[in-house]
């Protein structure tokens, strides 16, 4: 399986992007049935996850992102997608997407995101 993710960039405070994940190497019921993350790594800090997707469809989120961040995932083409709202200095951060199957877990190269405020 190999993760590509996109859509980082640079943004003020209090605007938006989204992050985007494509999935190749893996078979779509596979992909169907895989739990989805997004996970930070912020400069000094340990890696945390932000969002995570079952594949009944329940959705977790880190307590500073509720309300703000939505993840999402597109099974036909094997995307999986972060949407940010109202983005804080506090965000900024190298975000990776993470699939894990019944076997493994996957992680793609990671995408920064940086935020001023």
């Known amino acids: 399986v190999q993760l590509q993710a996109s859509g980082g ?8 992007l989204k992050l985007s994940c494509k ?3 893996i078979i779509s019921s596979e ?3 895989s739990r989805m993350a997004w996970y930070r790594q912020a400069p000094g800090k340990q ?4 969002a995570e997707l079952s594949s009944g469809g329940s959705t977790n989120y880190e307590d500073s992102v509720k309300g703000r961040f939505t993840i999402s995932k ?8 972060l ?3 109202s983005l804080e200095a506090e965000d900024t951060a190298v975000y990776y997407c993470n699939v894990e199957t ?8 990671g995408t ?4 001023s405020s």
């Open 23 to 25: 999935a190749s190497r």
């Open 112 to 115: 920064l995101v940086t935020v």
């Open 102 to 109: 019944e076997s493994r877990s996957y992680w793609g190269q």
């Open 9 to 16: 960039g640079s943004v003020q405070a209090g605007g938006s």
């Open 31 to 33: 992909f169907w049935a």
């Open 83 to 85: 949407q940010m709202n």
């Open 47 to 50: 890696r945390e996850l932000v």
């Open 74 to 81: 597109n099974n036909a083409n094997k995307m999986v997608y």
